[in-house]
């Protein structure tokens, strides 16, 4: 048997956690013949609804899950830590100004980014969920002192599996069908799937998809909008989708990206595309299954190009709005 993994996750008493927890300790994370220990981080006022998950964590009797610290303490929720893996933060409430989230949330990520830096695993790797997430995600970076930059993430991979799917839906295939597709920039509403360089069956998305029209219009906002879409359907925000893009993102990071494939993750931009550096920005990326790199000669035809500059300059305000939570 192979020594347990450490994963934490921040949020665990949260409806993503909830969905989460099982994915990681049934072995769909990792795989089938590695344990994981799960520390389990909440805020104060959370831990009797943790506790209620971890009871249930216990009922599943899990093979693989070799161990469960619940707490509200970082130094605590992040020691030893392989993978950290950040979903809590305080959602949007009505009349809160986008910059007031920034804020509130930007303080949340100052301490884990520093607590990760002080008590994880030497390679600690940090995937961020909680939105606004690349932003927090910057935050948390920049604050992980001694930590290398190019092992943070923010999440954008379920936004890859939405566009997927609609592509699929369109041209009646099988969302595994659909290859090569990006998400650039912030996971935002600005967010731009790429569909120029999109590939299904093989071939460019375009020969398949004859109706420009849809592709530039619909196909990205039905993208943009899906999450206020699944709220306003469902009552609450999107949870299973949401815990299985977490999982898609740490296996595309520890298992070798396909042939001629790439996947979308948000990684600090070191120049590449024009994306200016420091900043969390979504962009293909391809893994041997320990590092990755950025895909480069992907072409941005005018109409992709004026869609990323767009959302990489929602990035670089979001940047500037929690400049004093940026160390220099
Ligand atoms: P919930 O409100 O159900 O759960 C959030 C949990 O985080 C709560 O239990 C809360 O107590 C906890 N929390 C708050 N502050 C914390 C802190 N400082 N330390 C530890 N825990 C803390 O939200 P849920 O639906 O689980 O969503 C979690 C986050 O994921 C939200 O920010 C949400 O916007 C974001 N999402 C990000 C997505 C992405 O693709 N990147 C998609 C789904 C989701 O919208």
Redesign the pocket.
Same mark, same amino acid.
């Given at each position: 048997m192979k020594a347990p993994i450490t994963v934490s996750v #921040?949020?665990a !008493?949260?409806?993503? @956690?909830y969905a989460l927890l099982t994915r990681i300790a049934s072995g769909s994370m990792f795989g089938l013949d590695q344990p994981v220990n799960l520390r389990l981080?909440?805020?104060e006022p959370?831990m009797g609804a943790l506790e209620g998950t971890v009871m249930e964590l216990d009922d599943c009797a899990f093979p693989l899950l070799n161990e469960i610290v619940p707490t509200c303490d970082l130094n605590e929720g992040f020691r030893d830590s392989n993978w950290a893996l950040l979903? @809590?933060?305080?959602?949007r409430k009505a009349g809160m100004e986008r910059n007031d989230l920034l804020g509130i949330n930007g303080k949340?990520f100052t301490g884990q980014g520093q607590a990760i830096a002080a008590n994880a695993a030497s390679g600690v790797r940090t995937l961020v969920? @909680?939105?606004p997430?690349n932003t927090n995600c910057l935050i948390a970076m920049n604050n992980a002192a001694g930590l290398p930059k190019d092992q943070f993430f923010a999440? #954008?991979r379920?936004?890859e599996n939405r566009a997927k799917s609609q592509l699929a839906a369109k041209a009646g295939v099988h969302s595994s069908d659909v290859t090569n597709l990006c998400i650039w920039g912030n996971?935002s509403a600005t967010q731009y799937p790429d569909f120029t360089n999109t590939r299904i069956k093989g071939q460019v998305v375009t020969d398949v998809i004859l109706d420009r029209e849809w592709l530039e219009g619909e196909f990205i906002s039905t993208v943009q909008q899906r999450?206020a879409a699944i709220i306003k359907a469902r009552g609450a925000?999107?949870?299973a989708s !949401?815990a299985n @893009?977490v999982v898609d993102t740490v296996r595309s990071l520890t298992t070798p990206t396909p042939e001629g494939d790439w996947t979308s993750v948000a990684v600090c931009s070191d120049g590449s595309y024009g994306i200016p550096e420091g900043l969390i920005a979504s962009m293909p990326i391809r893994s041997d299954g320990k590092t990755w790199e950025v895909v480069q000669g992907v072409v941005l035809d005018e109409f992709s190009r004026a869609k990323v500059d767009a959302s990489v300059a929602e990035l670089a305000s979001e940047r500037e709005a929690v400049a004093d939570l940026i160390p220099s």
């Open positions: #921040t949020g !008493a949260g409806q993503i @956690g981080i909440e805020i959370a979903v @809590g933060s305080v959602p949340i969920v @909680g939105n997430c999440m #954008t379920l936004d996971h999450g925000s999107s949870a !949401a @893009g």
